[in-house]
Nanobody, 125 residues
Framework: EVQLVESGGGLVQPGGALRLSCAAS????????MSWVRQAPGKGLEWVSA????????SSADSVKGRFTISRDNAKNTLYLQMNSLKPEDTAVYYC??????????????????WGQGTLVTVSS
């Protein structure tokens, strides 16, 4: 079946860095745009970043722009999120998800499907 498995979360101090991974299986990963979404404790979902199927175009939320970088390795069916200069407000469960069909971008993140189980990132001193 279609499956997305996030990993790489953990406890990190403010200013630190983490690299999240999302292993995809059960579908043609290279054919779909992908996204990272997060949910802070007690808060709603927040779109973080998206990448087109070929990896040539990316977009990120203003809150993480310049600090987070989304990338993908289609040969390995893996999505990544490099998180630098982490802040306490970045504390959240981070999910990867796929866009349906040919959709892509922040305007379409509400249509994301096949979410993973999430990986917890805790930024604290």
């Amino acid at each position: 079946e279609v499956q997305l498995v996030e990993s790489g979360g953990g406890l990190v101090q403010p200013g630190g860095a983490l690299r999240l991974s999302c292993a995809a299986s059960g579908f043609t990963f290279s054919s779909y745009a992908m996204s990272w979404v997060r949910q802070a404790p007690g808060k709603g979902l927040e779109w973080v970043s998206a990448i087109k199927s070929g990896g040539g175009s990316t977009s990120s939320a203003d809150s993480v722009k310049g600090r987070f970088t989304i990338s993908r390795d289609n040969a390995k069916n893996t999505l990544y999120l490099q998180m630098n200069s982490l802040k306490p407000e970045d504390t959240a469960v981070y999910y990867c998800a796929k866009f349906p069909g040919s959709l892509y971008g922040s305007s379409w993140w509400g249509y994301l499907e096949v979410w993973g189980q999430g990986t917890l990132v805790t930024v604290s001193s």
